[in-house]
């Protein structure tokens, strides 16, 4: 079946420029990560969705970032005013219900945000 | 707050020699643990998970882990690796029954030379 589709694969940008980044999850996972991977620092939280509760936005590194998830479905991360230290793989993920013992994460292939 | 810790950045090693990755978290509830990896140009996948039960446990390809409480760790291991295990492998914890998200170790490069 189709897995984690993440949209563009990539994106190069201006300094100062806002962009958009999209991810479908597989159908019927309720819960929705999005990861930031740089070289040298694995994989950071930004924040994940959960059904219908607020989400958790903990791991945002500054009020450039935002997410939002429409009808529990495709969410959209948004960077405002982009910095070059936003560079990195942009990378969403999509599982059964959070808290759930063991329930594995779905990778998408990420989005790859140059900015320059 | 939960955090992982994998000690190796960079393992280079030679086909068949034995693999032992290192993962140490630190949380003091009951955690799901898991490993990930990452092949060149590919996506992330589950390569195996600890919920309950064994704390031996057995995943794709070869490849397992222990979860030892005592001592808040759950490396990985393979008994002989194959060039086609040269990939990044990710160590992740949450916390059992919670809202909590998965946190993830900065990742263990592992190069196999043929």
């Known amino acids: 079946g189709a897995g984690v589709s993440q949209s563009p694969s990539n994106k190069v940008t201006e300094k100062g420029k806002d962009v958009e980044l999209r991810c479908d999850p597989i159908s019927g996972h309720t819960a929705l990560y999005w990861y930031r991977q740089s070289l040298g620092q694995g994989l950071e939280f930004l924040i994940y969705f959960q059904g219908n509760s607020a989400p958790d936005k903990s791991g945002l590194p500054s009020d450039r970032f935002s997410a939002e998830r429409t009808g529990g479905s495709v969410s959209t991360l948004t960077i405002q005013r982009t910095q070059q230290e936003d560079s990195a793989v942009y990378l969403c993920?999509?599982?059964?219900?959070?808290?759930?013992?063991?329930?594995?994460?779905?990778f998408g292939n990420g989005t790859r945000l140059t900015v320059t | 707050a939960q955090s992982v810790s994998q000690h190796n950045h960079h393992v280079i090693l030679s086909e068949a020699a034995s693999l032992e990755l290192g993962c140490n978290y630190s949380y003091g509830g009951t955690v799901n643990l898991f490993w990930y990896v990452q092949y060149p140009g590919q996506h992330l996948q589950l390569l195996l998970k600890y919920f309950s039960g064994d704390p031996l446990v057995k995943g794709i390809k070869g490849f397992e882990a222990e979860f030892i409480k005592s001592k808040f760790s759950f490396n990985l291991r393979k008994p002989s690796v194959q060039w086609s295990d040269t990939a990044e492998y990710f160590c992740?914890?949450?916390?059992?029954?919670?809202?909590?998200?998965?946190?993830f170790g900065k990742g263990t490069k592992l190069s196999v030379k043929p």
């Open positions: 993920a999509s599982s059964l219900k959070v808290g759930q013992g063991g329930s594995p994460l779905h």
């Open positions: 992740a914890v949450n916390a059992r029954g919670s809202q909590g998200n998965l946190i």
